[in-house]
C-alpha cells in the first residue's frame, strides 16, 4: 500500500493508530536517513528543508523583514483522541485537523516575517506532514527526539527549542501539554491553542493569527513584555519532589495514579485552582461556579469537598464535556498569591487532569499559588499593536501554495 494512502487509515480505523504508534515506537532506531518527516538530514538530532517560494521580480517577505527570528510549534498528536472520549461527550481531535492547524501557524509565522519554525518529529508526522506542501519562505528544522507518544518527548523537544533560541511557541494540545512544557521552561512564550479534553489554560484562537502573533514577537517586531503577562501556577511539593499545576492541583481519595478517565466527585477531596472559571469544564468551574477567578485575578481559589455522607452542600458542575455531575463542597476560599497552606493525605495527587503521585495516610503537601508561570501571548493585543505601528504595510507580494503572483497584489 503506498504510504500516502498508509497514513489516512489511522483516521478512519483508531485501533489501527495505535498499532502504528507502537509499531515506530519499536522501529524508531531504524528509520532511513529521511526519517519519518521524509525530510533530508542534516546531522544528529536535527532535519533541515527550505520551503520556498519561485524567483520573482518582488523582493522577498525575509529580505523585507530583516530580523528574522524562530518559532517553535508543539503538537500533542494524543491530545483531544484519550479514553475519556468513552465516559463523556468531548470531541474528537483528529490528527488531519492539527496538521490543518500547523500549517496555518506556519504560514501566519511566515507573514509576520520570521524565517524558521522547528518542530517535534513524531510517529504519526502530526506537524512534519502539514509543512511539506505550504510553499512559504520558511526553513523548517525537525527535531528527532525519539518520539513515543509520551509527555517526556514534548518536554525534550521544548528543551532543544529553548536552546536553540526559539523565541516564541505555539502549542497544540491541553492544560496537561502545556504543563509538561512549563515543567521544563518555566517561563516559556507561549500561545497555546485548545486541542485538548477539559481546556481552561489554551485559547480559542484561530491558527492563522496564533502564528502571526508568535513571529510577531520572535522577529522582534513585537515585544515579548509589550503583549504576554506570566501566568499563575500551583507550586507543590512533597515526597522531596517539586512540581506543579498550570490550573489546577487535585487530592482524590479512593483513586490511582495513572488513571485516565474523568474525576469521580465522590472522591475528590481538594481542589487548588490558579483559575476558577464558571464557563469553564474540568475542576475549575467547581471553584467558579462559587468565587470567580480569572487569569488576571491576583489570588487563587480551594475548595474542600467531601462525599455524600460528609454533608458537604451539592453543587451540579460541568466536570467533562457534556458531563454535569453533584460535588459535594465542605468549603471555600481565597488563597493570596505567595501564600504557603498544607494539604494531607491519603489519596493521589492530579495536576491539570493528570494523576501522578500517592500519598500515604497524613503526608504532608506544601501548596503555593505564584505568578511565574509561563508568558501566554495576548493574540489579538499583538494584532492591535501590529496594525497601530503599520507592521503589515508596504510588504510586498506574499507567495505560498495557493497563489500568490508577482506584481502589486
Known sequence: MPPERFDALPELFPALSTLRHLHACTHIDS?????????????????????SREPDNQVSMNAINQAGGTVGILVNPSSGRDVRRLAARAQQQTLEAKRNQVSRIAVGVAAAGARKVMVMRDPMRAATAALEPIGVDLEVEALDVGACLRPSDTQEAARQMRARGCGALVVLGGDGTNRVIAEVWPDAPLVPISTGTNNVFPNLVEATMAGAAAGLVASGRLTLESVARKTKVVRVETQGRKTLGLIDAVRLEGDHAGNRMPFEPEQLRDIILTRAEPAAIGMSPIG?????????????????CTDHAGGGRPLLAP??????RTVHVAEVRKVALGETFEIRGPGVLAFDGDREITLDAQEPVALKIVRDGPQVLDVPLAMRQAAEQGLYLDRGTFKDSHGGAPGCC
Not at 31 to 51: D, H, K, M
Not at 290 to 299: E, R, S, T
Not at 319 to 324: K, M, T
Request: with cysteine.
Open 319 to 324: 466536570i467533562s464535556p457534556g458531563l454535569y
Open 288 to 304: 467558579g461556579l462559587l468565587m470567580p477567578c480569572g487569569a488576571d485575578d491576583d489570588f487563587g481559589v480551594h475548595v474542600i
Open 31 to 51: 528509520l532511513n536517513s529521511e526519517g519519518s518527516a521524509g525530510l533530508p538530514s542534516t546531522g544528529p538530532g536535527t532535519a533541515t528543508v527550505q520551503l
